[in-house]
Structure formats: structure tokens, C-alpha cells
């Protein structure tokens, strides 16, 4: 087996996604300039771009022609950035800082926030359904795509997942509560990214739920440790208001079930991912080594 | 020909509309019970359903099976729901009344309404492209339908007016930016809706060319109409602030052209209409008798 560089594989698709992105997110009209800036600002923020990794490395499973799946990984970016521009909002979670840099809200106001974030959403959508983008892509797979988009990002999936996470904080909440919340503000769209490598991939049903299954495990891991760094790192590390959870009175997996069976479940999550795509080895390697690096990672 | 009474048939049709919406935005769990009240709340608040017989009466051209049409005209118009409910954000234009009954955020609060307005979004695409509820239309034309929505309702479209929209109140403007903002903010989706019954009824090209434009001559005539009744209704007969936009500096027409000129625009923009569709006939009909409604209306 090759040599398999994690860091070396996240920023080479974060590169691709990013070029895409600055290609394809254009100036429409000059009276909305400040829109499209707002837009490209969030969406050209950084981060792991973890969702396109997962994409790409779902895909790779079944096809290597890339090209076809970059305008999907980067619609998911697309429709990730809106919801954490709306998450931001002083309404919601109300954070100043995002990634070391001022939330959108902060740079370009309230309403172009707004504003931004339901363009970013609707976007994500358009690029997905595009015919001229997506030449190579039969339209029943594009439709499928952004049907199964809109409800794992829906009332029913990752908006539902933000309600009841807001509502948490606004009293008690129990174990149900916090496994509703993760599940669906975080797992949903993740165990949607590893799908839509298979349904773009022209993968089988079998395919499409067993990666489907290995995403959204990965999500909830993901969640977990999101608050187990969220109570031990620092601000600077996590480029974000450290240990803020606990001062909002968020519900989280620590908070519920300790630190050390929090690790537990998040390990027991990423094992049980492993074995699932044990069989497409070693094809399965780059979605192996991002789901050791979910538990893993330091921030 | 047969007598045909427009409040009979608008009463008609939104009654079929509400009672699908009724049916099918439903509670998905006890966690979320409250966005979805919230999403209810706003859809189910009336209003003239202006998209959805817009969109019943183009498709009746084609085809008389309008199962078939009612879940993307219901779609339509939860994706104008999302729109006010976002509008009416004390960011945006702040306003406390819709249909004289209270806002969104003045009902649930600023995160929920925000919230609702993403979830209807979004829900507008999950409809549209469900197969399991479209059975009867063909994937290519559910690809088609949400493609062109997304692009009629982004930052190309709708989004990119509200945006417009918002930054003329805080300067000066002029015949371009009032002629951007009206043509995206409201024409493009209206241009959108007869289209869209076109698309699903199987209609050509020119047939969806030549009732988008009916339907974006028609919002814009719509627009200017609402500008119009904006400077001289009373609070009670517009069921929101009168001379709200005035106070606001907002972009109008009438501020631009004054009165007179305004109201012979509208006219010409609905003559053009008629003129436009006048190959149906007489089949056109409910068309024609909106495109009239638009302009002669008084609130």
C-alpha cells in the first residue's frame, strides 16, 4: 500500500473546492456586490473543508473522475457556510468570531447576513441541478442528490438539529434530547456527504446506506469531540470562544454523560464505521484515516 | 363562453393549496414541535396565493390533471412564506404586522423565525424533487422545475433584490436600481411561476419563454401597483403599515416616476401580457383575468 499522507490528501481537495468555488461564485449585477462579498467571504473563511473530504473520499470508492463530483462537494460547503452564517446571528448562538475571523454578521451586518446565508442555501441547490455544470451527471442522479440534500438539511435534518439546540439551552434537557440535537445539526448532512459519493458514483442502494451509516457516525463523533474540545482547548486554539458552550447552558455529550464515556462513545462510533467500509478496502483508505482523525484531532 | 368569476376561482385554488399544505408540512418529532408551528403559522396565515394560481392557470393550458401541479404550487409558496417571514425580520425591514395578523418573530422569536424561514427553503426543493410524492412527473422535469426556482429565488433572483432593496433605504437611487429591484425581488418569481406550468405541463420552449415573460410583466406591473397602494391606502384596507415605504425611503416606482407615469406603466406591462398569451385562447383565460386583477386591484 502507498503512503498515505491525511494533511497532505485534506489540502489538496480543500485547494480543489476552493478553486471551484472562487470560479464559480461571480458577481452577478453591480447593485448586489456586497452580497456576493459577503458570500465569498464566509465561503472562502478556511476551515478542514471536512464535508468535501468526505465527499471526494466517498466517491473515489467508485469513480476517479473527479470532475464530476467537485461542483457537489462544493454546493455541500455551500449550504454548510449558510448555516453557520445563521448560526452566528446575534438571534442564534450569537458569536463574534468564527475560525479566528469576525462571524459575517460582524463584517457586513445583520441583514446582508441574512441575506448571504439564504443565498448560499438556495446556490447550493442551483449548482446541484445544473445541467450546464453537470454535463456528465444523469439528471435522475442530480435530482436524487438535491432531494436527499434537502432533507437531510431540513426541519427534518440539520434546521431541526438547530431548533431544538436553542430550545435546549432555554431549560432542561435530557439524554434524548442531546442524541436529537447531534444527530441532526451535525450527522445528518455528514452521513449525507459519504451518500452522495455513492449516488454520484453510481453506487448501489446498499452502498448508498452503508456509507450513509459510516458518515452519520462519523458526524456524531465528530459532535462529541466538537464538545470535548469545546470544555479543554483554548480560544486561540479553537479559533472560536472556548468553554462557550458551558456558559450558554448548551446541551452536549460531556455534559450528559461525563468526559470519559463521552471518548468512549465517540471511539465505539469510529470502529464501527471502520468495519463498515472494511469492505471496499483499500479504496476505503482515505474515509478510514478522516474517520481516525475525527476522534483524534487536537481542535 | 362559460362565465368566469377570478374570486371564485383564486378562492378555489387556494383552498386546494392550503388544504395540501395542510396535509403535508407535518410534525416530524417532538423535539421540533415548535418550528414547525411556526412554519404552519405563517403558511397557513392567507393572503391572496397569487404564485400558486398563477402557476395552476398557466399549467391549464397544457393539461388538466392538476395533481400533478399542486405539490409545486404548494412549494412555491412556502419558498414565498420563507421570503416574507425573513423580510419582515426586525434586520430587514422590521415590520410587526403581515396580514394583519403579527410577524413570524413577533409570534415564535427571531431565532425560530429565522429558523422556519430556512426550513421552508428548503422544503420548497425537498417537494418539488420528492419522487415518492411526484410520481407522476418525470425526473427531468422535477430537475428542471427546482433548478430554475433555485436560480428565479437566489441571489440572481429574488435574494438579489431584498439585497438591492435594503441598500437603496440607506441612500440615493435611481430608475436602474428601483428597475432591479422590483424585477428581482418580485418579478422574477412570478416570471418563474408560469413557467413552471409550462414545464410540468409539457410545454415547449417558447411556451416557457413566452409565459415567463407574461408572469415577470406581470410581477412587475404588481409591484408598481403595490407601490402605488403603499402612498394611498389606509392601514386597515392594506392589513400592513400604510405609507411604510415612504417613511422608510424606500425605492418605488411612484417616488421615481411619479403617480400618473407609474400607473400607465403597470397598464402597458399588463397589455403586453394579454397580448403575449393571446395564441391560448381560450384557454388563456384565468391568466388573462389575473393579468387584469394586477393592475385594477385595491389592496
Not at 438547530?162 to 441532526?184: C, L, M, P, S, W
Not at 464515556?261 to 478522516?290: G, H, T, W
Amino acid at each position: 500500500m502507498t503512503t498515505f499522507n491525511l494533511e497532505e490528501y485534506l489540502t489538496y481537495w480543500a485547494k480543489k473546492t476552493e478553486s471551484w468555488l472562487r470560479d464559480n461564485l461571480l458577481y452577478y449585477n453591480e447593485q448586489t456586490v456586497g452580497l456576493t462579498d459577503s458570500m465569498r467571504y464566509s465561503i472562502m473563511a478556511g476551515g478542514k473543508r471536512l464535508r468535501p473530504a468526505l465527499i471526494y473520499s466517498a466517491f473515489g470508492i467508485f469513480d476517479n473522475d473527479f470532475d464530476k463530483i467537485i461542483p457537489y462537494a462544493s454546493s455541500v460547503e455551500m449550504l454548510h457556510t449558510y448555516s453557520l452564517i445563521h448560526d452566528d446571528l446575534p438571534a442564534m448562538d450569537d458569536d463574534d468570531y468564527r475560525r479566528g475571523k469576525p462571524t459575517n454578521h460582524k463584517m457586513f451586518g445583520e441583514a446582508t447576513a441574512i441575506l448571504s446565508g439564504d443565498a448560499l442555501l438556495t446556490k447550493a441547490f442551483e449548482i446541484m441541478l445544473d445541467p450546464e455544470i453537470n454535463t456528465d451527471v444523469d439528471v435522475a442522479l442530480r435530482a436524487e442528490a438535491a432531494h436527499k440534500l434537502a432533507v437531510a438539511a431540513g426541519d427534518q435534518g440539520m434546521v431541526g438539529g438547530q431548533y431544538a439546540d436553542i430550545q435546549a439551552e432555554k431549560g432542561n434537557f435530557d439524554e434524548r434530547t442531546v442524541e436529537f440535537i447531534h444527530k441532526h445539526k451535525t450527522a445528518s448532512l455528514l452521513g449525507y456527504c459519504t451518500e452522495l459519493g455513492a449516488i454520484i458514483g453510481y453506487g448501489s442502494e446498499d452502498d448508498k446506506k452503508r456509507l450513509r451509516k459510516f458518515g452519520m457516525n462519523i458526524g456524531l463523533a465528530f459532535q462529541i469531540v466538537d464538545d470535548l474540545l469545546d470544555l479543554t482547548s483554548s480560544t486561540e486554539e479553537m479559533g472560536k470562544d472556548a468553554g462557550s458552550d458551558l456558559k450558554k447552558g448548551k446541551a452536549t455529550y460531556p455534559g450528559i454523560y461525563g468526559v470519559d464515556k463521552s471518548k468512549l462513545m465517540a471511539q465505539e462510533l469510529v470502529d464501527e464505521s471502520l468495519a463498515l467500509v472494511e469492505c471496499y478496502k483499500p479504496a476505503s483508505r482515505p474515509l478510514k484515516e478522516i474517520a481516525s482523525f475525527v476522534v483524534n484531532r487536537k481542535k
